[in-house]
């Protein structure tokens, strides 16, 4: 490797600390995902969806953003985002087996994410209606004049649908502080992108007047440029951006789903071998960021903390009958 190849990250700002969390966050969305398929065999929960093969994508573009400014509207594959941005793998689990203690009360389904105090906006089951909310929010930074974007993600078959295209739209042509990340895991439940998507996603924005941008979602440092510079074009007031991330969903959609109906082994392995998290390990290692002993520190850390959310979310109460109407009806006139 090249000297140039080796400080690719520093070049865009990052230490190498921050490269190495970056890797911790992905291997902590993998466990994560891991254990929750088996909990899910087990019938300890009702179904999951996995975001395995998509976590290199996540990570970089939580890192890009501004934690503490920037509101959040991810979509149901994206644990690796909510982890990065402020969620423990605790809370992640108490959600999974819909417990009481869950921050949403074990009401959500998995995947349906919404955390205030990590501006994580709370997403409603029809796809790609968190498009629409977040250039809400961003109508708002823009009459209020506040510094902070708002981000949201979806997958190319919900790219397909009409909130997106009206999102785009008004967006456009307000010019709002919004970035529209669509990662394109190649498959919409059972249909191959080919069959569901004419044309490239990303040169939609031309039609929309705002630029789009392709990247290779499995290249962390790339995703992480992209989303960087689209922010500081947001903040400046140049309007949005969207960016195309290409990837791949190695596990079938659900767990509810049988994906060697409508794909092959072959073609999973083939993907398999070009997962962004092992290619973001091959790059820390190469660069002398990562030896041999941090990363079985790391893996030992990550699993321990796997293992520790999960009993204590397995033991945790479910909700109770009188706790129904939670949630739902605004008290004293305050939180919801």
Do not use: W
């Not at 949403?104 to 209606?129: C, D, E, L, W």
């Not at 091959?282 to 990363?295: D, N, P, Q």
């Amino acid at each position: 490797m090249s000297s140039q190849q080796v400080t690719k990250h520093q070049q865009l700002g990052l230490t190498d600390e921050q490269v190495l969390q970056m890797y911790t966050f992905m291997l902590k969305a993998r466990k994560f995902d891991e254990r929750a398929t088996l909990l899910q065999r087990s019938g300890k929960t009702a179904f999951h969806i996995s975001s395995i093969g998509q976590e290199a994508t996540q990570v970089a573009a939580a890192f890009a953003l501004n934690k503490q400014q920037d509101y959040f509207l991810p979509y149901y594959r994206d644990y690796a985002f909510v982890l990065t941005v402020g969620m423990t793998v605790r809370e992640l689990m108490l959600a999974a087996l819909f417990k009481a203690e869950d921050v949403n009360g074990g009401r959500q389904m998995p995947g349906h994410f919404g955390y205030k105090k990590h501006h994580i906006v709370s997403g409603s089951s029809p796809v790609a209606t968190q498009a629409l909310h977040a250039v809400g929010i961003a109508l708002t930074a823009m009459i209020k004049k506040e510094d902070h974007v708002a981000f949201v993600s979806f997958g190319e078959g919900a790219s397909n649908q009409g909130d997106v295209h009206e999102a785009f739209n008004f967006a456009g042509v307000f010019k709002l502080p919004v970035i529209f990340l669509c990662e394109n895991n190649q498959y919409a439940i059972s249909i191959p992108a080919h069959r569901q998507v004419a044309g490239r996603i990303v040169d939609r924005a031309a039609g929309y007047g705002f630029p789009g941008q392709r990247v290779d979602g499995n290249d962390t440092l790339e995703v992480y440029r992209a989303i960087k510079e689209a922010r500081e074009r947001a903040v400046r007031g140049y309007g949005p951006t969207l960016i195309e991330a290409m990837l791949y969903r190695i596990p079938p959609h659900s767990t509810a789903d049988d994906d060697m109906l409508y794909r092959t082994k072959e073609e999973v392995e083939y993907h398999k071998e070009q997962d962004g998290l092992q290619r973001f390990r091959r790059y820390l290692i190469e660069c002398g960021v990562m030896s041999e002993e941090i990363e079985q520190m790391l893996n030992e850390s990550v699993t321990k903390e796997v293992n520790e959310a999960t009993k204590y979310a397995e033991k945790a109460p479910y909700p109770a009958p009188e706790d129904v109407l939670r949630h739902v009806y605004a008290e004293d006139g305050g939180d919801a």
